[in-house]
């Protein structure tokens, strides 16, 4: 019986190999995640030097940086990491959470994006069952936790992730129809998640002439769109607007937040849009069924 075979007919076992392989995963998310805005910003400032026609010899002088060069390193001593100490979860309890070399404390966040990697897999994979559907999923699971995270970290929203995600979320409901939604629904979930923060974003300006959310806002719910369909545009916006006013009233609160600096809206998306992912459906069909009683 071959390994796929297998995994097919023991959900248990699909869903532990799902959460072991998202955890290594995980793993690499987090040099995404510090590495990809980081190689936006040495890209935007070659396209300035160009446009402005000014030689950069430091950019010229400076060694290649992307997600594959150098080796990873302790940001503190500059320790290249081995691959014993990169094992996920494992190595960092047994450094007990600090460099090797210098003992200088390691983040918690690169754990907490490793397990997040692997619980939220580990869900899709049981919530889907065995297939395609699952393994589109579970990608779209590990580039909303990217984005997330890259979003709170700088407030950006990357094209390099979000656009492709567009484009394979419509792919997927194109050539495989009825996986998540029909090529119908989802085109139109596209333009509609564009025009819709759009048009939020115009009118917050008029009304406030402040800018209440990037462009990147805007790509995130199109890529969702694609993916889910228009008709999960109400529960994506609706739940990531609760979970906005939620968390950004208790940050004011409690933490003393700064009210006129910005909070990322991404993270927000993401979650409602995973929520949806699993569960639209159900929220949509029991808010019905409370707004609209028999």
């Known amino acids: 019986m071959s390994v796929l075979v297998y995994l097919q007919h023991n959900p248990i076992s699909f869903c532990l190999v799902t959460g072991i392989l998202g955890l290594i995963v995980g793993s690499f998310l987090n040099v995404i995640i510090y590495r990809l805005p980081r190689m936006m910003e040495s890209d935007w400032r070659a396209q300035c030097c160009e446009l402005l026609d000014i030689d950069d010899a430091d950019e010229v002088a400076r060694p290649p940086f992307n997600l594959m060069y150098p080796r990873s390193q302790c940001p503190h001593c500059g320790h290249p990491i081995k691959a014993l100490e990169n094992i996920p979860v494992l190595s960092y309890l047994f450094l007990k959470g600090k460099c090797a070399a210098c003992h200088n404390p390691i983040s918690l966040r690169y754990p907490f994006i490793e397990i997040s990697s692997g619980v939220f897999a580990a869900i899709v994979a049981c919530h889907f069952g065995f297939g395609l559907q699952a393994t589109f999923a579970i990608m779209l699971t590990w580039a909303l936790i990217c984005l997330s995270m890259i979003d709170i970290d700088r407030q950006l929203l990357p094209d ?8 394979l979320g419509l792919a997927c409901n194109l050539l495989l129809p009825g996986m998540f939604t029909d090529i119908y629904s989802s085109l139109l979930g596209a333009m509609s998640g564009y025009i819709v923060l759009w048009t939020v974003y115009i009118l917050f300006k008029l009304v406030t002439g402040k800018q209440g959310m990037g462009y990147g806002d805007f790509k995130l719910l199109a890529m969702l769109g694609a ?36 909070i990322p809206f991404g993270p927000y998306l993401a979650v409602a849009g995973w929520i949806a992912l699993l569960w639209g459906h159900e929220i949509s069909s029991a808010y019905l069924q409370w707004a609209f009683p028999a």
């Open 227 to 262: 993916w889910l369909g228009w008709q999960m545009l109400p529960v994506i916006v609706l739940v990531s607007s609760f979970l906005g006013a939620a968390v950004g009233i208790s940050l004011i609160l409690f933490r003393h937040h700064d009210k006129g600096k910005p």
């Open 160 to 167: 390099d992730i979000t656009l492709p995600f567009l484009w």
